[in-house]
């Protein structure tokens, strides 16, 4: 493999699409109630992937995306859709990263490609990757552009499969499909990935849990709710307490100020520098060294989240940890440096996932959640897509763990009448739970049916 960039511990590398989806429903979001934009359910799960990302990479590395002209598929820069203001905030950080030219081994690239979408080949404009897992009688079906699978194993092989991080969730299929195609031995995350995953896991079993009630009455929920977006967009709509702490406040749109001021946060600042030194360590052939990040992993995997803390809170115990720790005692500092960071961002969605069910399991609470949350309504068996999408593995050490689950690709379109570059995804499943979401949906909007003979008497109908 070609060597790439000077890359720093955390640095990531995501595709042009992913940035330019994610950037595109941030821009949504920052307009709240008063735009017309909309986001889909995938649209949302690229965002929440995407902030993730930001919370956790030192800098974050990005190629180009397909696009078309004159009727051909062609490549061209990602482009910032959300705000000026926004590009302005994030600009000033650095965070970002484009790549021109990449030095790349193009040919090792290609035959990984031929490799993972075979039968589709270079010369068919669309393939549709096939996910299937018979014992959870799921299926998925995601549209890519064949140029897709192009970026994705570009920038694989520009920064390596460990810094790679899906953020579409058409990636995540991707990288499972590869990973059948092509295994791969060696690392595919980072333990700087362990965190968000970890938070993740746990509000997934906490749901899962209440699930149970099903038995006796109680609705199901969406086991995995956008859980890095509903932190952000629930302290954006609160005053700045590190703004006021720090006597100023930046310019731009909240959320994306509140993003940031979250990412170079004292705690958060301290729990990237332990990450960082954590994989420093990583290189070492010093057995102590070595022992020291097995306890650091075993910890941080085992690590449990308690009551949320609110940001006053996560500032004060930041503030409290930075540079009390000597460089290298990575366990030493594993409970100061990690525990305010897990309980800040995880403990906010157990809280508000405690009132999705209301006192009687009401199912109305989750929608409701999601409008005042998110300015838009997604409906239970939306909620279901979004955490069945949520839930993929991330990374092809998972993929290879993922039992029962096939892959197969078609040279085909998903839905031939939607633009050339929608990208659609669809989702089949058998799940009891998914079931009964999607028939409460729809005894709900049978209910806001008008009868023809009501809607013919409409002045104001349609010829």
């Known amino acids: 493999m070609a060597a790439a960039a000077a890359f720093r511990p955390l640095d990531a590398v995501i595709t042009g699409y992913a940035f330019e989806n994610a950037t595109t429903a941030l821009g949504v979001l920052e307009k709240g109630r008063k735009t017309r934009g909309w986001i889909s359910t995938e649209m949302l799960c690229t965002l929440d992937n995407f902030v993730r990302a930001v919370l956790f990479s030192d800098r974050i590395f990005y190629g180009g995306v397909a696009d078309e002209a004159r009727g051909a598929t062609m490549a061209r820069d990602a482009i910032f859709s959300a705000s000026p203001q926004a590009k302005s905030l994030f600009d000033d950080i650095g965070l970002f990263q484009p790549i021109g030219e990449m030095k790349i081994d193009g040919d090792h690239a290609r035959a990984n490609i031929a490799k993972t979408i075979a039968p589709v080949t270079d010369a068919d404009p669309w393939l549709v990757v096939i996910g299937s897992w018979k014992a959870k009688e799921l299926v998925i079906r995601q549209e890519l552009l064949t140029l897709d699978a192009y970026f994705i194993e570009y920038m694989i092989e520009y920064g390596g499969l460990a810094r790679f991080k899906p953020v579409f969730p058409g990636e995540h299929l991707y990288l499972g499909l590869r990973q059948q195609r092509i295994p791969s031995p060696l690392a595919t995350h980072t333990i700087a990935d362990l965190a968000g995953r970890r938070i993740r896991m746990l509000v997934r079993k906490k749901m899962a849990g209440i699930n149970k009630l099903v038995a006796i009455g109680v609705l199901p ?23 006021r702490l720090l006597g100023r406040s930046a310019p731009g749109p909240n959320l994306v100020r509140t993003l940031l001021e979250i990412r170079n946060s004292p705690a958060m600042s301290r729990f990237r520098d332990w990450l ?18 097995k306890g650091t992993y075993d910890k941080l995997s085992a690590f449990t989240l308690t009551d949320d803390i609110t940001k006053e809170e996560f500032a004060k115990s930041a503030l409290a940890v930075v540079g009390a720790a000597p460089k290298g005692d990575v366990v030493g500092i594993l409970k100061e440096v990690v525990s305010p960071v897990m309980k800040y961002l995880g403990g906010f969605p157990l809280v508000a996932l405690k009132g999705f069910g209301g006192h009687e399991g009401e199912s109305v609470q989750v929608e409701r959640f999601m409008e005042r949350t998110f300015s838009d309504k997604f409906s239970a068996s939306e909620m279901d897509f979004i955490s069945t999408l949520l839930a993929l593995p991330d990374n092809a050490g998972d993929w290879k763990a993922e039992t029962g689950v096939t892959f197969e690709t078609q040279a085909t379109r998903l839905d031939p009448t939607a633009p050339n570059l929608a990208r659609p995804c669809f989702i089949r499943t058998g799940a009891p739970l998914h079931a009964a979401n999607a028939g409460a949906d729809f005894d709900e909007l049978w209910k806001k049916a008008v009868p023809l003979s009501e809607y013919l008497k409409k002045p104001d109908r349609l010829p």
Do not use: G, Y
Request: glycine share 0%; net charge negative; charged share 25%.
């Open 221 to 243: 929920i969406p086991e995995l709710p956008p859980i890095f977006v509903a932190r952000v967009l629930h302290d954006a709509a609160r005053p700045s307490f590190l703004s």
């Open 276 to 293: 960082s030194e954590c994989m420093e360590l990583m290189t070492s052939k010093d057995v102590s060294k070595l022992e020291q990040v």
